[in-house]
């Protein structure tokens, strides 16, 4: 079964830092990867969506990569803003196709 | 543009009593819909999906059922609560299935069986 695995789980960071956030999974035989962002008590946003064939995809001050061989990915946030706190998921394909295994997120803070 | 509804945003109910969540989905057609569960530290667990009226498949088995009557609506229910259906209930939707496009979500209900 896929696992999807997240670190760190809680980040706090001074506004303006550039950061780096993590996921892994086990199965490296997915055909894309999402971002999702979650605000406190609300619905998942998605972010970026990456393909199997893409190393990495962009969207503003966000760039998600794609390592499938080693079964990893990760979200860079540029020039982090206190809007920008809130909980990042990941998530792959199951086998089955229409479900997505998402890992538990990362906690983000940014402090004014 | 395309735009999904889920209601209501809270709800209190006490173990035993039935259930009844519901979705729809504006500005778009065929979509394929999601009910998940985001459970206090165990992230989220897909429910149920459905890519066609009538059609629902289960991922996991539990206490609650799903139906889809139209096109763009998709209904969560339960006949009688237990205490472990608390939970954060999310509505999804995506244009294809089969994950390969975005999955977009509803704003969720936080249910609390007591």
């Known amino acids: 079964k896929q696992e999807v695995t997240q670190i760190p789980a809680a980040l706090s960071v001074p506004e303006g830092e550039n950061l780096v956030l993590n996921c892994s999974f086990t199965?490296?035989?997915?055909?894309?990867l999402q971002w999702f962002r979650q605000d406190p008590g609300k619905g998942l946003t998605s972010l970026l969506l990456?393909?199997?064939?893409?190393r990495e995809q962009t969207s503003g001050r966000l760039n998600a990569s794609l390592d499938k061989s080693s079964g990893r990915s990760t979200l860079y946030i540029a020039a982090s803003q206190p809007g920008d706190s809130a909980t990042y998921l990941c998530a792959v394909p199951s086998n089955s196709g229409y479900a997505l295994n998402f890992g538990k997120g990362t906690s983000l803070l940014v402090t004014p | 543009s395309q735009t999904i509804h889920q209601w209501p945003a809270t709800l209190v109910q006490p173990v035993g009593s039935p259930l009844s969540l519901e979705c729809t989905v504006e500005?778009?057609?065929?979509?394929?819909l999601y009910w998940y569960r985001q459970a206090a530290g165990r992230g989220l667990q897909l429910l149920f999906y459905?890519?066609?009226?009538?059609?629902i498949s289960s991922e996991v088995p539990q206490n609650l059922s799903a139906s889809r009557p139209q096109d763009r609506q998709f209904i969560l229910s339960s006949k009688k609560l237990l205490l472990s259906d608390s939970g954060f209930y999310l509505c999804?939707?995506?244009?294809?299935?089969?994950?390969?496009?975005?999955?977009?979500f509803g704003s969720g209900t936080q249910l609390s069986v007591l």
């Open positions: 990456i393909q199997s064939s893409q």
């Open positions: 500005g778009t057609s065929n979509p394929n």
């Open positions: 999804a939707w995506d244009p294809y299935g089969g994950g390969n496009e975005k999955l977009f």
């Open positions: 459905s890519v066609g009226i009538g059609q």
């Open positions: 199965d490296s035989a997915i055909y894309n």
